[in-house]
T-cell receptor
Framework: DGGITQSPKYLFRKEGQNVTLSCEQN?????MYWYRQDPGQGLRLIYY???????QKGDIAEGYSVSREKKESFPLTVTSAQKNPTAFYLC?????????????FGPGTRLTVT | AQSVTQLGSHVSVSEGALVLLRCNYS??????LFWYVQYPNQGLQLLLK??????LVKGINGFEAEFKKSETSFHLTKPSAHMSDAAEYFC?????????????FGKGTRLSVIA
């Protein structure tokens, strides 16, 4: 089955620690995205990548970092510089080119930092 | 820059009643429009999309939406609500093909269905 996997489902960290959220897709999609979801805020774009070894900042990139070394993988690191890291994080992917319409989403990772 | 406004953060309907979730968008070019649904602690699932052509689009689970350019709207409807429709719904807009231009999402509307 093709899809997007995010692990773990729930993640707990102490304040001041960096944490990396995993996102893997086997859809052969070119573009991948990270969103943050907070209650009543909708989805806000953190970073996106249209091709391997290249990525762009979204609206709320401060305190986050990403890498795109493989087409299938787009891990997100939440650094200690992120002031309010507790949130639900969603990874998505899409095709490029003439058939590139909707984004496909993973199941999400709920991060709690105390 | 594009933007999406969803009117009403929470909508409550009785089972069997009409569902109407409102979405207005702002875009400088002909938009691509989407409705997604999210069940608690899950990812988003595409309900339907408008790209070009017919302005009334049908999606999964009996939902449909109509693109009205003159009103810059893309409201989501379902004739008869079912308990399983209770979820959060997001409207999104893209000014280009996904992968070229990221989607911009509204803040969501939580739908409650009362038995």
């Amino acid at each position: 089955d093709g899809g997007i996997t995010q692990s773990p489902k729930y993640l707990f960290r102490k304040e001041g620690q960096n944490v990396t959220l995993s996102c893997e897709q086997n859809l052969n999609h070119d573009a991948m995205y990270w969103y943050r979801q907070d209650p009543g805020q909708g989805l806000r774009l953190i970073y996106y990548s249209q091709i391997v070894n290249d990525f762009q900042k979204g609206d709320i990139a401060e305190g986050y970092s990403v890498s795109r070394e493989k087409k299938e993988s787009f891990p997100l690191t939440v650094t200690s510089a992120q002031k309010n890291p507790t949130a639900f994080y969603l990874c998505a992917s899409s095709l490029q080119g003439a058939l590139a319409y909707e984004q496909y989403f993973g199941p999400g990772t709920r991060l709690t930092v105390t | 820059a594009q933007s999406v406004t969803q009117l009403g953060s929470h909508v409550s309907v009785s089972e069997g009643a009409l569902v109407l979730l409102r979405c207005n968008y702002s875009s400088s070019v002909p938009p691509y429009l989407f409705w997604y649904v999210q069940y608690p602690n899950q990812g988003l699932q595409l309900l339907l999309k408008y790209t070009t052509g017919a302005t009334l689009v049908k999606g999964i689970n009996g939902f449909e939406a109509e693109f009205k350019k003159s009103e810059t709207s893309f409201h989501l409807t379902k004739p008869s609500a079912h308990m399983s429709d209770a979820a959060e719904y997001f409207c999104a807009v893209s000014e280009g093909l996904a992968g070229n231009t990221p989607l911009v999402f509204g803040k969501g509307t939580r739908l409650s269905v009362i038995a």
